[in-house]
């Protein structure tokens, strides 16, 4: 057995994280977003907040070699470009709270972002205005932070972006290329916090083997004219993932 495997073999949970990887994967292939409201939860019942921003940035840089040359395309890149450079000052105020609050408080609150983010996509809720560039500098600095603390990169995107009146096209693109570009800004945060952890840089190689396999084939799948029918699908695998990983059932 390799010196690498076997660390990454005891990491508790592995079944079940490869196999939510998986699933996250073929959610983000076909809608574009998803990944963290998926894995997050699930992950977090067997390992420390740190460990899990750490796995779900790199597997969400790994997905980028699978996703970006179709995003980088069609992506508006002033607007992710200014919705980065945003997140880039807060994502380290949300790796300080992230260290500082307990462990369970961590799940709860990624509880309550990933429920509410799935109550209101269910809901239809969605912000309907137009984002000037205030609004878009805002997004970045609320996901910043957010994901900083939590790995939930995207439930800020979702709610105030995912709704404008871009062509759906361009609206995926732009948030896997943000999303994208939040993983690396998140995962370079935790190395000068000195947060990294070399058996989880093995288990997240060993996770976006499928995690890419699984995004390329929902990326096969997209067609915007079954787009109701992906999301859908989406919800059901959101709200499992939510559920399953709620404290109040350890």
């Known amino acids: 057995m390799p010196d690498w495997l076997a660390p990454v073999l005891a990491v508790p949970g592995l079944g079940w ?9 073929v959610v983000r292939g076909f809608t574009g977003f998803g990944t963290a409201l998926i894995f997050v939860p699930v992950a977090g019942q067997f390992l420390p907040p740190a460990d899990v921003i750490l796995l779900i940035t790199l597997t969400g840089v790994g997905s980028t070699v699978a996703l970006l040359p179709r995003a980088w395309k069609d992506a508006d890149k002033a607007e992710v470009g200014l919705m980065a450079l945003c997140a880039v000052l807060t994502v380290p105020l949300g790796v300080q709270a992230m260290q500082a609050l307990p462990e369970t408080s961590i799940r709860w ?13 269910m809901t239809g809720w969605r912000f ?4 000037g560039r205030v609004g878009l500098g805002m997004i970045g600095l609320a996901a910043g932070l957010i994901g900083g603390m939590t790995g939930l990169t995207g439930p800020v995107v979702i709610l105030f972006y995912l709704a ?3 062509a759906a096209r361009v609206v995926r693109a732009n948030t896997i290329l943000y999303l994208a570009l939040l993983d690396v800004v998140v995962f370079a ?4 916090a000195g947060m990294s952890n070399p ?6 190689v060993a996770l976006g083997v499928p995690y890419v396999a699984t995004a390329l084939i ?12 992906y999301r859908r699908i989406a919800y059901v695998v959101i709200a499992l993932a939510v559920v399953s990983g709620a404290p109040l059932l350890d």
């Open 199 to 204: 058996a989880m840089i093995a288990v997240a």
């Open 109 to 121: 609150v990624v509880t309550a972002i990933s429920g509410g983010t799935l109550l209101a996509l």
């Open 218 to 229: 929902g990326q096969r799948l997209f067609d915007p004219a079954y787009e109701t029918a």
């Open 164 to 166: 404008g009146l871009k």
């Open 17 to 25: 994280m490869v196999f939510t990887i998986a699933a996250a994967g």
């Open 128 to 131: 309907r205005g137009t984002l």
């Open 189 to 192: 945060n935790l190395i000068l």
